[in-house]
C-alpha cells in the first residue's frame, strides 16, 4: 500500500494509523533546502556590499603588519604572557589560600573569604584595574612592588583569585572523604593529609577549569592597558592600539587578535583534552 | 596507668549521629594476637564502631583504650596512636595519584620519618607478601579490586600495626576476587596479628577468628567462639540473621 508520497513504507495491518501529508522524511529534506537557500543568499549579499578593496587597505596592510614587527613578539606578547602568567601564578595562591580559609574551621577564617570572594567576584575586572590606578591616591607612600608590571600582576591575581578560590574549593570538596581517612588511619595529621594526599588529588581535578581561567586571565590582562602602561611594559591590545593610531589603520589590531588566537586556541584545545583524559581516568 | 592486658578495650561506648544513637553502650575487650570478627545486620553500628576504635568517629561517651592509652582523653596525641592501628577500608581507599609502592611507601617517609631506601625495602616485603609485588610500578585504577584491597593492607601492614581494623574488607569486591583477600587476612591472622574484623564472610569467621561478636540495633548481642556464635548461637536474633545470611533464598518475608 501506497500514499501521494514516493516513499514506500510497510503497509498498515489494522494497527499503525495511515498517515496523510508528506512523510517526516520529505519535511525535514524541505526544511534543510530552506535552510541552504537562506545561507547562500546571506553569504551572496554580504559578498556584494562589502567593499573587499577598502576592507584589506584598512585591516590587512602588508606594509603596516610588517611594521609591528618584531615587537609584536618580543614585547608585546611577551609582556601580556609576563602580566598574564605572573598574575595566574599569584591568583592561584591566593585562591588556594581563600579555598582553604572558606573551609576552615575558624569561623571568622571562613568570614573573610566568603566576604573576599563575594566582592572581588562580582566587581568587574576594569573596575579593578581603576582602584589600583587610584591606590597612590588612597594610601600616600604606597607603591606597588614590582611597578608596572607589579600592578598588572596585582590587578590580574585580584581578578583570579575570587574565581579560583571557588574552583579549588570544588576541586578540594571533590576528593572523596575516604581519602583523607585513609591519610588519617596512617597517623598523619590533619595538615600533612591535606598537603600530601588531599590538594594534589584537587588540584588534578581542577586542572582543567583551571586552564579555562588562565585563557579568561590572558584576555582580561588587555585591561592594564588602563594602568596607563608605555614603552617597554605595554601589552598586546595596547601594542595594537597605539599602533593602529600610528599608521591609522585597523591593520595592527587584526594582527594583535591573531597573536592572541595562536596562543588562547592551541590553550581551549589542550584544556578539553585534558578533561578528556581525566573524564576517562577517574 | 592500668597494665596492658588488651590490646584494645573499649568501655560503656555511646555514639549518637544528631538524634540517632548507633551505639547504646558497648563493653569489649581484643587480646593481643585475637581475630575477632564483628557480624550483624547493617545499620547495627559494627562499622561506627570499628571507626571509633582508631577515632575516625569521635565517640559522645565512654573509653577507648588502645595498649593503656586512653585515646578518649581530648589531650592524647591521636596521630601518634593511630600508627599502632592500621585500617582497611571497604572502598580501599588507595592514593590514586601515586603507584602501589608510593601508596605503602608514603606514610612510612612522612610519618614515621623512615628512609627511603628503608621504607621502600619495608613496602616491597609487604607488597610480596599480599602477593602484588609484581604490580608495584601499577596505579590503583590499573589494578582489580582484590589487588587494591591488598594493596591497601600492605600499606597498613607498612607501619608495624599492633592492630588491625578491617571495615567489610571484601564487600565491594567481585566475587571471584574475594578469596585472594581473605587468604592474604588468614595469612596475616596465622602470623599472630591482632584484628578486629567487621565481615559478611561467614566463612572466614568461623575458621580464622578466636571470636565472633554479634551486633544488633547498637548493642553487644552475643560475644564468644566463633563456633558457639556462628554454630549455636543463643539468641533468637542471632538465630534469625544467622538463618537469613547463611541460607539467603529460604528467608521468611
Partial sequence: ?282 | MTPVNHAVEIRDLHKHFGKLEVLKGIDFAVDPGQVVCVIGPSGSGKSTLLRCVNLLEQPTSGRVVLEGVELTDRDVDIDAARRRVGMVFQQFNLFPHMTALQNVMVAQRRVLKRGRAEAEKIARENLEKVGIADKCDAYPLQLSGGQQQRVAIARALAMNPALMLFDEPTSALDPELVGDVLTVMRKLAEEGMTMLVVTHEMAFARDVADRVVFMDGGVIVEDGPAAQVIGEPQHERTKSFLRRVLDPTHTDV
Avoid: C
Fill in chain 1, 1 to 282: 500500500m501506497t500514499d501521494q508520497s514516493t516513499k514506500t513504507e510497510p503497509g498498515p495491518d489494522g494497527g499503525v494509523p495511515v498517515r496523510t501529508g508528506l512523510s517526516p522524511r520529505k519535511k525535514q529534506q524541505i526544511s534543510r533546502a530552506v535552510q541552504y537557500v537562506v545561507l547562500v543568499a546571506a553569504v551572496v549579499f554580504l559578498l556584494m556590499r562589502i567593499e573587499w578593496g577598502k576592507l584589506a587597505e584598512n585591516f590587512a596592510k602588508p606594509e603596516v603588519a610588517a611594521e609591528t614587527l618584531p615587537d609584536l613578539f618580543t614585547v608585546a606578547l611577551k609582556n601580556t604572557i609576563i602580566y598574564s602568567v605572573g598574575g595566574f601564578f599569584f591568583a592561584f595562591l591566593l585562591g588556594l589560600l581563600f579555598a582553604l580559609m572558606r573551609m576552615s574551621s575558624v569561623r571568622p577564617y571562613r568570614w573573610i573569604a566568603i566576604a573576599y570572594i563575594e566582592i572581588f567576584r562580582g566587581l568587574p575586572a576594569l573596575l579593578i584595574f581603576l582602584l589600583i590606578l587610584f591606590l597612590p591616591l588612597a594610601l600616600p607612600g604606597f607603591e606597588v612592588p614590582g611597578g608596572t608590571y607589579g600592578q598588572g600582576i596585582l590587578g590580574l591575581t585580584i581578578v583570579g583569585s575570587a574565581y579560583m578560590a571557588e574552583t579549588l574549593r570544588a576541586g578540594l570538596q571533590a576528593v572523596p572523604k575516604g581519602q583523607m581517612e585513609a591519610a588519617r588511619s596512617l597517623g598523619m595529621s590533619h595538615a600533612r593529609a591535606m598537603t600530601t594526599i588531599v590538594i594534589p588529588q584537587a588540584v588534578r581535578i581542577v586542572i582543567p577549569p583551571t586552564t579555562n581561567q588562565f585563557v579568561s586571565l590572558l584576555k582580561d590582562s588587555s585591561l592594564v592597558l588602563f594602568l596607563g602602561v608605555s614603552g617597554e611594559y605595554v601589552e598586546l591590545t595596547k601594542f595594537g592600539n597605539d599602533m593602529a593610531s600610528t599608521f591609522a589603520n585597523a591593520t595592527p589590531i587584526l594582527v594583535v587578535g591573531v597573536t592572541y588566537l595562536l596562543v588562547t586556541i592551541p590553550l581551549g584545545y589542550l584544556a578539553s583534552r585534558l578533561e578528556k583524559r581525566q573524564a576517562r581516568g577517574r
